[in-house]
């Protein structure tokens, strides 16, 4: 499975970007689909997550400004981000795994991996 995240940019804080990530290689139906971010000097940090059904799941602090969602058709999955904040700038990376139940928000438990998009909010 290859994935390839797009969709980030420089924006003014209070503004939006919507991240695609569209797999190729094999479908990813099956597959729970992450989003992560790393700000420069900071660990990989869960963003959110959707499960096959549809099921989401979002970092505490991303609530109600983030929304994941995928288009299994298209093999894609999507992180729609409104109100930002210069604290959001980071470089954002799409996965696709099989995490254990409740393990959603752990890098580790994604197998496959997109190269990341920059995301970059001015305050």
């Known amino acids: 499975v290859q994935l390839q995240a797009s969709g980030g940019g420089l924006v003014q804080a209070g503004g939006s970007l919507r991240l695609s990530c569209p797999a190729s290689g094999r479908t990813v139906s099956g597959y729970v689909l992450g989003w992560f971010r790393q700000a420069p000097g900071k660990e990989r940090e869960f963003v959110a997550a959707i499960r096959a059904g549809g099921i989401t799941y979002y970092a505490d602090s991303l609530k109600g400004r983030f929304t994941v969602s995928r288009d299994n058709a298209k093999n894609t999955v999507y992180l729609q981000m409104n109100s930002l904040k210069a604290e959001d700038t980071a470089i954002y990376y799409c996965?696709?795994?099989?995490?254990?139940?409740?393990?959603?928000?752990?890098?580790?438990?994604?197998?496959?991996w997109g190269q990341g998009t920059q995301v970059t909010v001015s305050s």
């Open positions: 996965a696709a795994g099989v995490p254990y139940s409740g393990s959603y928000y752990r890098d580790s438990q994604f197998q496959y």
